[in-house]
């Protein structure tokens, strides 16, 4: 059975920062690349960030230098640290895992002004 189960989202003040957490079970979570992506209303869903199994990472233009994705094997775990939040980046979060392809449920982060 193969789980993603998102957390830390919540609602954050403009500037503010924010730490996601996607705890994964029922996958070989070291050999996995992992991702975060995210889609607000009426947007299409987009790859924010990811981690290979190699720490190789990749991020959208609009969060770089704003958002550090990492990965704690040891806690099948793998996290987006998110600063200098923006309204724009008020959307829900998605964890995902590459193989098996999986999402996790999201979670909502909502930045006001």
């Known amino acids: 059975q193969v789980q993603l189960v998102e957390s830390g989202g919540g609602l954050v003040q403009a500037g503010g920062s924010l730490r996601l957490s996607c705890a994964a079970s029922?996958?070989?979570?070291?050999?996995?690349?992992m991702g975060w992506y995210r889609q607000a209303p009426g947007k299409q869903r987009e790859l924010v960030a990811l981690?290979?199994?190699?720490?190789?990472?990749n991020y959208v233009d609009s969060v770089k230098g704003r958002f550090t994705i990492s990965r704690d094997n040891a806690k099948n775990t793998v996290y987006l640290q998110m600063s200098s939040l923006k309204p724009e980046d008020t959307a829900v979060y998605y964890c995902?895992?590459?193989?098996?392809?999986?999402w996790g449920r999201g979670t909502q982060v909502t930045v006001s002004s």
């Open positions: 029922g996958i070989i979570f070291s050999i996995n690349a």
């Open positions: 995902h895992s590459l193989n098996p392809n999986y």
């Open positions: 981690i290979t199994s190699s720490s190789y990472t």
